[in-house]
């Protein structure tokens, strides 16, 4: 079969399996397969496939039509434009999230060595893309599961952050006492489970692929965001910002919660003008 042939037959497959925007799934598939980049592929269509390379697509095929999310096949995905290692066991990096990290990095690009805490850290998309982009800044990951864990450390090392990004294995739900020993940070940045426990069920079988710890937020999905600005606030170096992701309908909720502790919240929309990001500002004394 030709590589025009074989991509015809992904983009068929899965369209029937229900999938949207077949015909990038089964480009992304057929370049990661064929190992070449949307030009090569262009350029050999006409050349017929080796039978070794058409049972690897079809095994993702089956895997994809199955639910698994096409990032977790391709084993990476690009967050601002660098590629990050993701599978089974982390949440997968959201555009959305982009918007979040490139916030603080406008923030502390400027600043001489800024403490940065990522909690939550997953795949370490913020906190390695806040330290890529900042090399004077001191960033410090916290990551709870030993899944997440695997795929942070595998990304650090990708990047080449192994000796500068310390990684902190930690539940942040236990509060900031837990990690007194480490210095006081001038901007924490989370992107924590937000889903409310009832909801998770109905979530897209893609979604149900990740791992439900990254995913599920309590019962009304506001179980980080309460300990964020009870406990984690007063952590927070005076003058510090305090970064956070959240739900599309929950961004009024997670700010009330920083008001009690902080006057200084604003809430931000991302690219679809929904409200998605809570920033609060800690007062100098």
Request: some cysteine; hydrophobic content about 40%.
């Amino acid at each position: 079969m030709t590589g025009f042939a074989l991509k015809k037959y992904a983009e068929r497959t899965i369209a029937e399996a229900g999938i949207d925007n077949a015909a990038f799934e089964a480009q992304q598939l057929m370049q990661h397969v064929l190992q070449m980049d949307t030009a090569a592929l262009l350029l050999c269509q006409n050349e017929p496939v080796s039978p070794v390379h058409e049972k690897k697509l079809e095994q993702l095929l089956e895997r994809r039509c199955d639910g698994e999310p096409l990032q977790y096949l391709l084993g990476s995905w690009d967050f601002l434009g660098r590629p990050f290692s993701v599978g089974a066991g982390v949440l997968i990096p959201r555009p959305e999230t982009e918007e979040l990290c490139a916030f603080v990095i406008d923030e502390i690009e400027n600043r001489s060595q800024p403490i940065v805490f990522d909690l939550c850290a997953g795949s370490g998309c913020i906190g390695l893309s806040v330290k890529l982009r900042v090399p004077q800044a001191r960033v410090y990951l916290v990551e709870k599961y030993d899944a997440a864990l695997q795929w942070l450390n595998r990304n650090r090392e990708a990047h080449g952050l192994t000796r500068q990004v310390p990684v902190i294995q930690g539940d942040v739900l236990r509060g900031s006492s837990a990690f007194s020993t480490f210095p006081r940070p001038d901007v924490i940045v989370s992107n924590p489970p937000y889903i409310e426990r009832n909801l998770l069920p109905g979530l897209q079988r893609e979604v149900q692929k990740e791992p439900m710890t990254a995913l599920d937020g309590g019962d009304d999905g506001l179980d980080f965001y309460r300990c964020f600005a009870s406990d984690w606030m007063a952590f927070l170096a005076d003058g510090g910002i305090f970064a956070v992701e959240c739900g599309e309908t929950q961004a009024d909720a997670v700010a009330a919660l920083f008001m009690e502790t902080c006057t200084s919240v604003e809430i931000r929309n991302d690219f679809n003008n929904i409200p998605r990001f809570v920033i609060a500002r800690k007062e100098t004394v």
